[in-house]
């Protein structure tokens, strides 16, 4: 059964980091692209990152400079490290294919909340 599990989210102050994981089952991990998207309260899904199975990555501008996608074939997790975290980007956040890859069933995604 295919599955995504995020971790990793909670509450940071402004300016601080969090690192996220994304585990995926082997089936849908292997040689697939990966991204990040979040979906702050009465806003659409957005996608912020994006890597590639050759690892190349992507970033939303409003990100760019601050969140790091990574993988790791070994383990099946993609991470995002997200640093000088703004208000913003309090968000439930999420990992799935990208949409030119067809989405996956989503998961429950991880809240990200920052705020003084």
């Known amino acids: 059964q295919v599955q995504l599990v995020e971790s990793g989210g909670g509450l940071v102050q402004p300016g601080g980091s969090l690192r996220l994981s994304c585990a995926a089952s082997?089936?849908?991990?292997?040689?697939?692209?990966m991204s990040w998207y979040r979906q702050a309260p009465g806003k659409q899904r957005e996608s912020v990152a994006t890597?590639?199975?050759?690892?190349?990555?992507y970033y939303e501008d409003s990100v760019k400079g601050r969140f790091t996608i990574s993988r790791d074939n070994a383990k099946l997790t993609v991470y995002l490290q997200m640093n000088t975290l703004k208000p913003e980007d309090t968000a439930v956040y999420y990992c799935n294919r990208p949409y030119y890859r067809g989405y996956l069933k989503w998961g429950q995604g991880t809240q990200v909340t920052v705020s003084s």
């Open positions: 890597i590639t199975s050759g690892g190349s990555t």
């Open positions: 082997g089936s849908i991990f292997s040689g697939n692209d």
